[in-house]
């Protein structure tokens, strides 16, 4: 826990820094379900605060690019999650802002966040329970992987 809120003091936007409050009350809370679900919020926001600051700040054409797609994308289809998956692409093959174990790392976290925040017809569990092993890891990743570094 101790690493978490050290890592989370050197994230690099503010607002990834405010919604990652969230994640880690759910955290010290025992509610890892709704950590899970929070974590993969907050890395989608981080990727388009990272993406706008290329834009705004460096002048950087893909990540232009890159937004303007994406909400072209949502634009078309305001209810359909697809730009989420869109964007990690994205970010991984043509912003490069994404090392391979960052984005492995984030494709395993939307799966686990898929599992966490939609009921499971299959089984006498509904809903699946993560535990505390496997939130404390993925926040130790994302944190070090993406939320405290600069665009």
Known sequence: MEKIKEL??????????????EVLSSFENENYRSCIVMLYSVVICDLVFKLTDLKEIHNDKKAEKILSDLKAGKEENPVSPEWESKLIEKSFTEAKILENDVYTHID????YRNLSAHPVLNSMDILYKPNKELAESMNINILEGLLTKPP
């Open 108 to 111: 395993t976290l939307k799966r």
């Open 8 to 21: 989370a003091e050197k994230i690099y936007h503010h607002k990834t820094k405010e919604y990652f409050d």
